[in-house]
């Protein structure tokens, strides 16, 4: 091993690169990774690289391993020459074969067998453009060849040492894109405090605090994120590209989200028991869990035979959003010889269960109404249902499980309940398997402590007004039927739910003072620190009516209300009818409330956005 000289510079670096070195990583100190770099523009180890090759692909010709070499090289230093990167480092790239004629997929990292890789850690990773000015890097993780991790390090007696760390690698991807071309990863660190993260997304708030225990020390943090096996399974399965708002973007699995898709993938495989709950808070990235999962059931065709898994949604929108994450997402599924349907009627749900499709299919929840009973009666039928609490309302659970009576059922929650107004809840249909009711579970606790979920902040409306008593009458009856009440106790109970639920939170009166109250508010206290705001409404209506009141206090195009469509409401509801966005307006809405510096600056919204907040 070569010997580390140590720095007053480097209390933290050196100390990350004796660490890695235990756990399998080769020291490479500066002079020497710059002679096998060729110079300070250059990236990779190329001999290193082409040796790999070679061993991998032993059918490559020489041409053929240098003009990979040459490719990797001439990638572009953008989101998609990093994503171009992933691709040859899992072998999804492929190459001609002369002997074969064919194309054959190209090896450039062995996943199943770490050690016959070859890893180098260096440090003082200078890399220089020809003609621009170059910048630094502390620590550089390179595996055969290619870099594949970067490290900023911080002293950890500088207070905000975390967010400079992060400030340097945006100026990193500012000034000198090359360097950000490659690494896939990313670590913000100091003694004390160990943060991780994705090149190309360095938003404070996408990354996430690597934890394997309590009071854990820095060099047990280092060796669990870089063991050889544990790295390269995260370069493998845990890192995902996507398009948001027509923009590619790029994130990674936390923990939680790791743990929870080996525990689904596991209960898939066992074939003995059928269910399973995954619940893990709101915003805690459920959808990426859940099409994770998905994929490498898909993947592992011998495992699983040949299966086929079901995304089950609930709401149009959500089906919208999740198919086009699931056309981006799962791509490299349809490169893979996996096919992906999405099932836009009950007609052809149904045919693609009977016909015994294979692959990926999605489907609304509503979609099983009616499907006859063992439409197929497979045990390689996986089916992961998205908001599971809602999902199994009435009827429509009992319809997917006796179309699909030998699949295995997980669902995904964030908020399970005990029982519904139409049978057992989430825990007893989706938990019977597991004495805690759950695979995996990650509470807000959870992750307000690992700071991914901010502390709810809020502050209580005025509430001092009264319902109208016509108004009143008309929800406590309408109530009292929808729940079929008879008795007196019965009744007293609707009464409750009619006075604490929509009647009051819809009054004209307590909206109009609410509004007002939010615009002053929202003037005083959140509008000078440069923030935006939801205001969430109980319904629909609620939206509308808040919008028209908030129209009066500040300037329209302040304010946005984002809800569901509903055929009816041109003549039922008249007023939400009329400030209805389009699909279009809607889309240019999302997109603008996300920049700092375009309206509108208050979203109001219901149940359409998956967000967390207090009723208006």
Same mark, same amino acid.
């Given at each position: 091993?070569?010997?580390?000289?140590?720095? @007053?510079?480097?209390?933290?670096?050196?100390?990350?690169?004796?660490?890695?070195?235990? %756990?399998?990583?080769?020291? *490479?100190?500066?002079?020497?990774?710059?002679?096998?770099?060729?110079?300070?523009?250059?990236?990779?180890?190329?001999?290193?690289?082409?040796?790999?090759?070679?061993?991998?692909?032993? /059918?490559?010709?020489?041409?053929?391993?240098?003009?990979?070499?040459?490719? !990797?090289? #001439?990638?572009?230093?953008?989101?998609?020459?990093?994503?171009?990167?992933?691709? /040859?480092?899992?072998?999804?790239?492929?190459?001609?074969?002369?002997?074969?004629?064919?194309?054959?997929?190209?090896?450039?990292?062995?996943?199943?067998?770490?050690? $016959?890789?070859?890893?180098?850690?260096? /440090?003082?990773?200078?890399?220089?453009?020809?003609?621009?000015?170059?910048?630094?890097?502390?620590?550089?993780?390179?595996?055969?060849?290619?870099?594949?991790?970067?490290?900023?390090?911080?002293?950890?007696?500088?207070?905000?040492?975390?967010?400079?760390? *992060?400030?340097?690698?945006?100026?990193?991807?500012?000034?000198?894109?090359?360097?950000?071309?490659?690494?896939?990863?990313?670590?913000?660190?100091?003694?004390?405090?160990?943060?991780?993260?994705?090149?190309?997304?360095?938003?404070?708030?996408?990354?996430?605090?690597?934890?394997?225990?309590?009071?854990?020390?820095?060099?047990?943090?280092?060796?669990?994120?870089?063991?050889?096996?544990?790295?390269?399974?995260?370069?493998?399965?845990?890192?995902?590209? +996507?398009?948001?708002?027509? @923009?590619?973007?790029?994130?990674?699995?936390?923990?939680?989200?790791?743990?929870?898709?080996?525990?689904?993938?596991?209960?898939?495989?066992?074939?003995?028991?059928?269910? =399973?709950?995954? /619940?893990?808070?709101?915003?805690?990235?459920?959808?990426?869990? !859940?099409?994770?999962?998905?994929?490498? %059931?898909?993947?592992?065709?011998?495992?699983?035979?040949?299966?086929?898994?079901?995304?089950?949604?609930?709401?149009?929108?959500?089906?919208?959003?999740?198919?086009?994450?699931?056309?981006?997402?799962?791509?490299?599924?349809?490169?893979?010889?996996?096919?992906?349907?999405?099932?836009?009627?009950?007609?052809?749900?149904?045919?693609?269960?009977? $016909?015994?499709?294979?692959?990926?299919?999605?489907?609304?929840?509503?979609?099983?109404?009616?499907?006859?009973?063992? #439409?197929?009666?497979?045990?390689?039928?996986?089916?992961?249902?998205?908001?599971?609490?809602?999902?199994?309302?009435?009827?429509? =659970?009992?319809?997917?499980?006796?179309?699909?009576?030998?699949?295995?059922?997980?669902?995904?929650?964030?908020?399970?309940?005990?029982?519904? #107004?139409?049978?057992?809840?989430?825990?007893?249909?989706? =938990?019977?398997?597991?004495?805690?009711?759950?695979?995996?579970? +990650?509470?807000?606790?959870?992750?307000?402590?690992?700071?991914?979920? !901010?502390?709810?902040?809020?502050?209580?409306?005025?509430?001092?007004?009264?319902?109208?008593?016509?108004?009143?009458?008309?929800?406590?009856?309408?109530?009292?039927?929808?729940?079929?009440?008879?008795?007196?106790?019965?009744?007293?109970?609707?009464?409750?739910?009619?006075? =604490?639920?929509?009647?009051?939170?819809?009054?004209?009166?307590?909206?109009?003072?609410?509004?007002?109250?939010? #615009?002053?508010?929202?003037?005083?206290?959140?509008?000078?620190?440069?923030? &935006?705001?939801?205001?969430?409404?109980?319904?629909?209506?609620?939206?509308? &009516?808040?919008?028209?009141?908030?129209?009066?206090? !500040?300037?329209?195009?302040?304010?946005?209300?984002?809800?569901?469509?509903?055929?009816?409401?041109?003549?039922?509801?008249?007023?939400?009818?009329?400030?209805?966005?389009?699909?279009?307006?809607?889309?240019?809405?999302?997109?603008?409330?996300?920049?700092?510096?375009?309206?509108?600056?208050?979203?109001?919204?219901?149940? &359409?956005?998956?967000?967390?907040?207090?009723?208006?």
């Amino acid at each position: 091993m070569t010997e580390l000289r140590i720095t @007053e510079a480097g209390s933290v670096q050196f100390p990350m690169v004796r660490h890695a070195a235990e %756990v399998g990583w080769t020291p *490479l100190p500066p002079r020497e990774a710059l002679a096998m770099r060729g110079s300070e523009a250059g990236l990779l180890f190329r001999g290193v690289l082409e040796d790999a090759l070679r061993r991998f692909n032993p /059918w490559m010709t020489g041409d053929a391993i240098r003009s990979v070499v040459e490719n !990797l090289q #001439a990638l572009p230093p953008t989101i998609d020459g990093n994503r171009q990167t992933l691709e /040859w480092l899992r072998g999804q790239r492929q190459v001609y074969d002369e002997a074969e004629q064919r194309s054959r997929q190209a090896r450039l990292l062995d996943f199943e067998n770490p050690q $016959a890789n070859v890893l180098h850690v260096s /440090w003082e990773w200078r890399l220089k453009p020809p003609a621009r000015k170059g910048v630094r890097a502390d620590v550089m993780f390179v595996a055969n060849g290619v870099p594949v991790a970067i490290v900023e390090h911080k002293n950890p007696t500088d207070a905000d040492a975390i967010e400079r760390g *992060l400030t340097q690698l945006r100026r990193y991807e500012l000034e000198t894109p090359e360097l950000m071309v490659a690494a896939q990863l990313f670590n913000v660190t100091h003694l004390l405090d160990y943060w991780y993260g994705v090149t190309w997304n360095l938003s404070r708030r996408y990354m996430a605090r690597w934890k394997e225990s309590t009071g854990e020390s820095y060099r047990v943090a280092v060796q669990s994120f870089f063991e050889p096996a544990r790295f390269l399974r995260a370069l493998r399965d845990w890192i995902l590209f +996507y398009v948001e708002d027509g @923009e590619t973007r790029k994130t990674v699995l936390r923990q939680h989200q790791r743990r929870a898709v080996d525990l689904i993938v596991e209960r898939c495989a066992e074939g003995v028991k059928r269910r =399973g709950l995954v /619940w893990h808070t709101q915003g805690s990235g459920k959808t990426f869990t !859940l099409l994770t999962a998905a994929r490498l %059931v898909l993947e592992d065709k011998d495992r699983f035979q040949n299966p086929t898994v079901v995304v089950v949604v609930d709401r149009t929108e959500l089906e919208g959003q999740l198919a086009g994450w699931v056309e981006r997402l799962l791509g490299e599924l349809q490169q893979g010889d996996i096919a992906v349907w999405r099932a836009n009627s009950r007609g052809e749900l149904r045919d693609l269960l009977t $016909a015994g499709r294979r692959g990926l299919i999605i489907s609304m929840i509503h979609k099983f109404e009616g499907i006859e009973k063992d #439409a197929s009666a497979r045990d390689n039928i996986y089916v992961f249902i998205d908001e599971a609490h809602r999902s199994v309302a009435r009827e429509l =659970g009992t319809y997917l499980m006796a179309a699909l009576p030998n699949s295995t059922i997980i669902g995904f929650t964030g908020t399970p309940i005990a029982r519904t #107004a139409y049978g057992e809840g989430t825990f007893k249909i989706f =938990g019977a398997d597991d004495n805690r009711g759950y695979i995996d579970k +990650y509470s807000i606790a959870e992750s307000i402590e690992d700071e991914t979920t !901010l502390p709810i902040r809020h502050m209580m409306a005025p509430s001092e007004m009264t319902v109208p008593a016509n108004q009143l009458d008309r929800e406590f009856f309408a109530l009292a039927e929808m729940e079929g009440v008879t008795d007196v106790g019965e009744l007293n109970r609707a009464l409750d739910r009619a006075v =604490g639920l929509r009647a009051f939170l819809t009054a004209d009166d307590r909206v109009e003072k609410v509004a007002a109250f939010t #615009a002053q508010h929202f003037q005083d206290n959140v509008l000078p620190l440069g923030y &935006k705001a939801f205001l969430v409404a109980v319904n629909r209506e609620a939206c509308a &009516k808040y919008k028209q009141a908030l129209d009066k206090l !500040l300037p329209p195009e302040w304010t946005a209300p984002v809800y569901s469509e509903n055929a009816n409401d041109v003549v039922e509801r008249p007023l939400v009818a009329g400030l209805q966005l389009s699909e279009k307006q809607e889309e240019d809405v999302r997109l603008a409330f996300k920049q700092a510096d375009k309206d509108p600056k208050i979203l109001i919204v219901t149940d &359409k956005l998956d967000i967390c907040g207090a009723a208006a």
